[in-house]
């Protein structure tokens, strides 16, 4: 499973765009990035998921270079309600019969401010 | 509609109990994996089951802990003798099983496990 290194923190204000980096050196061919949102006393929520160039959802975007051997999460216009961890995992979510067990790291602490 | 759930949502317990942690998947969706988080970190895989069986229980710590899936839905996490060392909080998640991308895992809320 492909090791991830994220920053461990990070603060914004309120109405920035914020933009979280995971390198991901050793991800395999066949492996996606998927990142989670989690909130304090709740489990880790899905937010988006990709496998090369960008894609975007109704909550953040995902970009990922030619080589992927790094992903940025960028959080349009963040609001105090923002403030979480954000996990940055990548695997092979298709093989069928394999694991398919999620390999989180310790995530960045994200913290907006007003 | 109803998410996972996760029962109770708090256990304390004393060194050397035997506990039951229960969880409810959502309706339909075939896949279940626990997780284990402990302060400050990334939640911790511990087993999955795709319907009754157990795919892969390569993270479960030692033969302490044990789960189960009988009837292909809701799930229970046993784990014997406890010990100080399992205080954390358990996670549980269900998916389609698809086996595809898109097999997004939902997670409920988590039991918090404080072994005295």
């Known amino acids: 499973l492909a090791k991830t290194t994220q920053p461990i923190s990070m603060d914004s204000y309120e109405g920035q765009e914020v933009n979280i980096t995971c390198s991901h050196n050793?991800?395999?061919?066949?492996?996606?990035i998927t990142w989670y949102q989690q909130f304090p006393s709740q489990g880790p929520r899905f937010i988006i998921q990709g496998y090369k160039t960008k894609v975007t959802n109704e909550v953040a975007s995902l970009f990922i270079p030619a080589d992927r051997k790094s992903s940025t999460l960028s959080l349009p216009r963040v609001s105090l309600s923002d403030t979480a961890v954000y996990y940055c995992l990548v695997g092979d979510p298709g093989i069928s019969g394999s694991a398919r067990q999620l390999t989180f790291g310790s995530g960045t602490q994200l913290t907006v401010l007003p | 509609g109803a998410g996972v759930s996760q029962t109770p949502s708090n256990k304390v317990t004393e060194k050397g109990k035997y506990v039951e942690l229960r969880c409810d998947p959502i309706?339909?969706?075939?896949?279940l994996y626990w997780y284990r988080q402990s302060l400050g970190q990334g939640p911790e895989f511990l087993i999955y089951?795709?319907?009754?069986?157990?795919?892969?229980d390569s993270g479960l710590p030692n033969d302490r802990f044990f789960a189960v899936r009988p009837e292909g839905s809701v799930s229970t996490l046993k784990i014997q003798r406890t010990e100080r060392g399992d205080s954390a909080v358990y996670l549980c998640?269900?998916?389609?099983?698809?086996?595809?991308?898109?097999?997004?895992?939902?997670f409920g809320p988590g039991t918090r496990l404080t072994v005295l």
């Open positions: 050793n991800i395999a061919t066949n492996d996606y």
């Open positions: 998640a269900s998916s389609l099983g698809l086996g595809e991308v898109g097999d997004t895992q939902y």
């Open positions: 089951f795709q319907g009754t069986g157990a795919a892969d």
């Open positions: 309706s339909g969706h075939t896949a």
